[in-house]
């Protein structure tokens, strides 16, 4: 059970009412949210971001199933003066909650994603209503991080390493073709051939791209306290 011992089942129907009134969802986010509540979804262990979205506004989750503040922990691990930096969190969310959660400790969040709310922000978060095609497209910022962010793995990575900035990505598991160079295909291609399956192409396409940028240090996993569907994974500065 994800969500805390007293939320009931009523309670919860009230809360998704709330909060419908409150931000323009888009159908088609309406509709998962419906089906999420109808067939009791809100039991299982593991919850969809979206969802987790709307928990975490009604402050819903355990404290052990808030990915939220777990992943602002794990970005503690090596970044743990937040309040001096900038932070671009990409791929943030509708309802940018982890945006939320780092500009409670950080001086400035950006928060960029193309499906987003501008109300009810802190004055320090950002919201940037933006499809991401290129690392070119994300603003300037001290460090950039990513919460499951699907198609703009890449681009955050890329962006790190052109710009010389640090980056931590909860990757998402989700399958998305790589825009790779050939020259960049035919470094990973030892990598991929070695067999190593716990190693996904997302962990192969960072440390083949931090060979370009020496003063960014190598690639590392971090241990997460929550249940992350793959590696975090960033890079850490000798
Ligand atoms: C799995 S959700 C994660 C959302 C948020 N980080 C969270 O964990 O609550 C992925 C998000 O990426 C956004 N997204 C995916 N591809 C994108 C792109 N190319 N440009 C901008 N946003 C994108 C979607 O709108 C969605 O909000």
């Not at 355990?62 to 791929?91: G, Q, R, W």
């Not at 990598?191 to 996904?200: E, R």
């Amino acid at each position: 059970m994800v969500l805390k011992d007293y939320v009931a089942k009523t309670m919860l129907k009230e809360y998704l009412n709330t909060f419908f009134e409150t931000y323009e969802i888009p159908n088609m986010f309406r509709a998962q949210y419906q089906m999420e509540y109808d067939n009791g979804l809100y039991d299982t262990r593991v919850v969809d971001s979206q969802i987790a979205q709307f928990y975490k506004e009604y402050d819903l989750l355990k404290e052990e199933s808030d990915m939220y503040k777990a992943f602002v922990n794990v970005i503690k691990h090596n970044h743990p003066n937040l309040s001096d930096i900038t932070i671009l969190d990409v791929c943030g969310g509708y309802i940018p909650q982890l945006g939320r959660e780092l500009a409670k400790e950080a001086k400035h969040v950006m928060v960029v994603d193309r499906n987003m709310v501008f109300k009810n922000n802190p004055n320090n978060l950002e919201p940037i209503q933006r499809t991401i095609e290129s690392y070119t497209d994300l603003p300037s910022a001290d460090l950039v991080v990513g919460l499951l962010p699907c198609e703009a793995t890449q681009h955050i990575i890329d962006y790190s390493v052109m710009n010389k900035k640090d980056f931590v990505i909860a990757l998402c598991g989700c399958w998305h073709n790589l825009n790779l160079d050939e020259h960049i295909r035919e470094k990973m291609r030892p990598m991929h051939k070695s067999g190593d399956t716990t190693v996904t192409r997302y962990e192969q396409y960072a440390i083949t791209r931090l060979e370009e940028a020496p003063e960014l240090g190598d690639l590392i996993a971090y241990d997460s306290p929550y249940q992350f569907p793959q590696d975090v994974i960033g890079n850490k500065r000798r």
